[in-house]
């Protein structure tokens, strides 16, 4: 296999692509408890950030869900090794004490996770998209995945820069 090198990955690569997310963004949250099922539409502000020399890209966001703020964090990266994508996922809701972890192997961001039930069951899957439509406008989905393997989507929000 040949290995890319990291400045030609900030140049060309995918440091680059990430790098594209950099600046502010607004969106509306659009979360689903249930699947097909909204149970709340929230505006949401992030802001993405180059870290460790563009190394990763942090995101940081606020808003509300269901009327209560809401805020989190991200590290974004691209482990050129393995050429699987990482994230480090923090939020005040959705992962309460739990640093979320997921890795994927997919040519676009493209990650799973997972987190415990709190009924004692086996584990969920939390899998994470970011499609970047255009240089202005990106799509940030969720979807949990129940042990049999199903998917239901949990969060979308289409971001545009500000």
Known sequence: MQTEKF??????????ALLKLTGNWKGI???YFEPGVLADS??????????LGSRFMMMEYQGALQGKPLEGLAII???MLKREYTVAWIDTFHTGTLLLISQGKKSDLDVMGYYSDPSGGP???WRTTIEQATENQ???RHFNVM?????????ETVFEKQ
Do not use: I, K, M, N
């Open 7 to 16: 400045a030609d990955s900030l140049q060309s690569g995918t440091h680059a």
């Open 29 to 31: 949250a659009h979360t």
């Open 42 to 51: 929230s505006p949401v502000e992030a802001t993405f950030r180059p870290v």
């Open 77 to 79: 990266g691209f482990y």
């Open 123 to 125: 584990d969920w899957g």
């Open 138 to 140: 990106f799509t940030l």
């Open 147 to 155: 042990p049999d393997g199903a998917e239901a989507l949990a969060v």
